[in-house]
């Protein structure tokens, strides 16, 4: 693994990209406060170690646009629909972390000044330099772009030196680990071969546009206690992509 992709703690700044999904526990819809409570925990001991935080929660357990396409809603309507959704999963993190004593900033893609801040680059980095956690809601702010696309996109613009995405696994898999006991994980995989052979990692977009910048994606287990920091140690299971 090469330097520019060792996660360790001497990052300075890294984008943490989780799914709408992961706050909603064992649920099947919304949210779940001990699941908040415990990942909220987590970026907080990353937090505690002097990392600037960049996050981006995706809000498929409230509303996912793709699917509100393909039951017959228009998409765009769909799509800022599931933006919205983003933004309640960004306030419910900002307020479990803020009872942790970690200053956060929610901001927005879609103004909506009584709630969060407008998205404004120079502004969101001054609050990383200030070490609050800057939550990224709303995507892109346009439809058609999932959050993955907004994350790497964020990432990018915040100058992260990585994208470490939390998921419900230790890493990438050749298939479905949880259908295919027989799946074999990889440590490490190459942006163009993810495209190539459609690796559950990220759309195609977002891998494109890491590749093109960069920046190396860290896939582990976001259920793995400690899992977040151990990774900036260098320590636990995850796969890195990159070059």
Same mark, same amino acid.
Request: net charge negative.
């Given at each position: 693994m090469s330097e520019t992709s060792k996660p360790n703690a001497s990052f300075k700044r890294v984008m943490l990209k989780i799914s709408g999904e992961a706050l909603m526990g064992e649920q099947g819809f919304g949210l779940h406060p001990p699941t908040v409570e415990r990942i909220a925990n987590e970026i907080k001991s990353v937090h505690d170690l002097g990392v600037e935080i960049c996050l981006v929660i995706g809000g498929g357990n409230i509303f996912r646009g793709l699917q509100g396409s393909a039951q017959g809603m228009e998409r765009t309507t769909?799509?800022?629909?599931?933006?919205l959704a983003t933004v309640m999963n960004a306030l419910a993190m900002q307020s479990a972390l803020e009872a942790r004593n970690v200053f956060t900033r929610v901001i927005s893609a879609i103004p909506m000044d009584q709630v969060c801040e407008p998205y404004i680059r120079r502004r969101a980095v001054r609050h990383l330099e200030k070490k609050r956690v800057c939550i990224f809601a709303a995507g892109t702010g346009n439809p058609y772009f999932t959050t993955d696309t907004a994350a790497t996109l964020r990432a990018s613009e915040m100058a992260c030196e990585a994208i470490l995405k939390g998921t419900k696994v230790d890493g990438v898999y050749d298939k !479905?680990?949880?259908?295919?006991?027989? &799946?074999?994980r990889y440590d490490k995989?190459?942006?163009?071969?993810? =495209?190539?052979?459609?690796?559950?990692?990220? !759309?195609?977009?977002?891998?494109?546009? &890491?590749?093109?910048?960069?920046?190396?994606?860290?896939?582990?287990? =976001?259920?793995?206690?400690?899992?977040?920091?151990?990774?900036?140690?260098?320590?636990?299971?995850?796969?890195?992509v990159s070059e």
């Open positions: 769909a799509d800022y629909m599931g933006m !479905d680990p949880v259908r295919n006991p027989d &799946a074999v995989v190459t942006y163009n071969e993810v =495209l190539a052979k459609r690796l559950a990692v990220m !759309d195609a977009s977002a891998i494109a546009l &890491a590749r093109d910048n960069g920046l190396p994606i860290i896939v582990f287990s =976001l259920d793995e206690a400690g899992g977040f920091r151990g990774i900036l140690n260098g320590k636990g299971t995850y796969t890195t």
